[in-house]
Structure formats: C-alpha cells, structure tokens
C-alpha cells in the first residue's frame, strides 16, 4: 500500500484518538472519509459519511465506497461500576457483532486493509517477571478484554476467508489532550496538591501517548509488513505510580505529595470500600513489549513520557479543568 494514494475510512472519527488521528492524516497522502453517527462540526477529514447508530445492521455500503483501508475505533470501551445485568453481551453487541459486520462488509467492498483498535486486555491484567508480548496466549479476564479478544478472533477469520488483511493494535492506557477516566483523576489529583498514599507501591505499567499510538496506526496503515499482523505498542518507558505521580507534578511545575502507606493495608482499605479494581490498577505492574512494531514497521515513538505528560497538562490547565 505503500506511494499509493488511498482512500482510509475511519470509524469512532469524533473519539479521543480518532480526532488525533484525523488531524495527523489531514496533511498526508491519504484521502481520509470519517465516519460519524451524526452531523459533526469541525471533523478534520476530507469526506464525512454519515452512518448513524453502530450495530450488527448498520448500512457501511456508501462509506466504504472507493475505500482501500478501514481504521476502526469504535468500541464500548472499559466501564467501571458497570449497571448492566450482562456486561459481556453488551460489549459484545458493539466490540464484536458491529466489528464483524462492518469488517465483512468491507471486505465484500473491495477494502485491502482492516486496521483494529484492540486493547492489551487481550492479553491480561498484569505482568510479572516479563512484559506481554505478541506471543504470549491471551488470557482476557473481564467482559471488555473478552469481547475484543472475540472481535480479533472473527476479524483474522474473515481475513482468512476473503484476503482481506487484517492489522491489529493492542494499546495499554492511553492518554493525552482529551484524557478521560482514570488517568483525568489522577490528574485532578495531583494538580489539586492531594496527598496520596502511593509512595511505596513498586509496580511498572506501560502507557501510550495519543501521537505515539497515531503514528502507529499511521504506520499500520501504510507499511505492506504490517499486513495480518498483531502489535503491541507502549512509549517504551514503563513507570511505576509513584513516579507517574512525579513526573505529572514536575509537569505541573508542583512538588508531587506521596505518602507512604503499606500496600498490604492500601489492598484492605481498597476491598472495604469497593474498589479493588482501581486499586489493582494503581499498584499492579502491566508492562508491554513493543519491539516487535518498532522492528517489522520501523516505528518509533516520536514523543517521549516527558513530552507527552507535558502535553497533556497543558491541555488540562487550558481546557479539561
């Protein structure tokens, strides 16, 4: 697909990273279709299809028309507290039933390459002695990692079955301008100056800025090598809590305030409350490998945590607050 100019539709085009992407891709070689639920202002693409709710019957055939490539975004991403009766069907209403029909209707449009946005979940929860890699056997554990472990699964099967190729991405947390969920908190947390019991957790997790994970899927896009591929990517800089609590403050230009406080002690306090999920988030390690981008694609992340922390906090000072 590469020195071609094509045609890319993007689905989830007014998300968090469909709107970094938009704007990475208006400057490139790519025609770029967004599809959108309904009219949107100010959607940096150069065609926008209208496709209304997204679902297993949703009419792809005008937006995929003249496409070569699908990037698709849209997901029910990860709910904490979740009030469903049945979360794993409803994730998979959206995260596999509208993939796999989307995917199979492009694939019947002539569309040559099907990017998905999978999440690291596919693989598990956290790590111990080494990071996830593409080789590891997935073991999802909740609703959301299961639904976009299924997703994958019938999207490497419709490949099989048509030639159209398949690429996927599994990111960790994700953040940058337009952050929300847990890491907008800690955000709020740490500019705010709130002390925070986290000094002596000893963990590592792996994140991704939102122009580091554009680029890849840019890369995706274009490099013929990544075709019926899976990766991992991360900045490649894993942290643990307590310094992704420092860096954020430096960035804020405020002194962080950790305190320390027995893991074993935090983990009952978590329990008694009802969060032992978020705090198995803060104080587990979940690291990801992502050589294996950097080395069949060429891909390398342009920003740094530093820069990339340094980003979001301006956002946040001038918009999120």
């Known amino acids: 697909m590469a020195g071609i100019v094509n045609r890319v539709l993007v689905s989830g085009a007014t998300g968090f990273v469909g709107r970094a992407l938009l704007a990475r891709l208006r400057d490139s070689e790519y025609q770029v279709r967004a599809a959108v639920r309904k009219p949107e202002p100010a959607i940096a693409a150069d065609e926008i299809a209208i496709v209304g709710n997204i679902g ?35 994730y998979r209403r959206i995260n596999v039933a509208a993939t796999e029909h989307l995917a199979r209707q492009a694939a019947r449009s002539g569309v ?48 099989s079955e048509t030639g159209m190729e398949i690429v996927i991405l599994r990111p960790p947390l994700v953040y940058g301008p337009g952050v929300k969920g847990n890491f907008l908190q800690l955000l709020k947390a740490v500019a705010k100056g709130l002390p925070l019991p986290l000094a002596s957790i000893d963990n590592r997790r792996s994140l991704v800025y939102v122009g580091n994970l554009v680029d890849a899927i840019i890369a995706c896009i274009r490099e013929p090598a990544a075709a019926d591929k899976t990766f991992l990517v991360s900045d490649g800089e894993d942290l643990s809590t ?30 008694l409350l009802g969060h032992e999920a978020a705090f198995r988030r803060l104080s587990g390690s979940l690291a990801v490998d992502s050589s294996l981008l950097r080395k069949t694609l060429g891909w390398q992340p342009r920003y740094s945590v530093n820069q990339g922390f340094s980003e979001t906090v301006q956002w946040y000072h001038q918009d999120a607050k």
Not at 69 to 90: F, G, K, M, Y
Not at 128 to 148: L, T, V
Request: aromatic share 4%; with cysteine; net charge neutral.
């Open 56 to 90: 297993h019957d949703t009419d792809w055939q005008a937006a995929l028309q003249g496409v070569n490539c699908v990037v698709h975004l849209v997901a029910r991403t990860h709910v904490l507290d979740d009030p469903s009766t049945d979360p794993l069907a409803e």
């Open 242 to 271: 307590p310094e992704m609590i420092r860096r954020l403050a430096a960035a804020m230009g405020r002194p962080p305030r950790r305190l320390p406080c027995p893991p074993a002690l935090l983990a009952l306090a978590a329990r």
């Open 112 to 159: 040559r390459r099907f990017v998905f946005l999978s999440s690291i979940k596919v693989n598990g929860e956290s790590t111990a002695a080494r990071p996830f890699s593409e080789r590891d056997d997935p073991r999802p554990e909740d609703a959301y990692g299961i639904s976009k472990r299924e997703a994958e699964d019938l999207l490497r099967a419709i490949g």
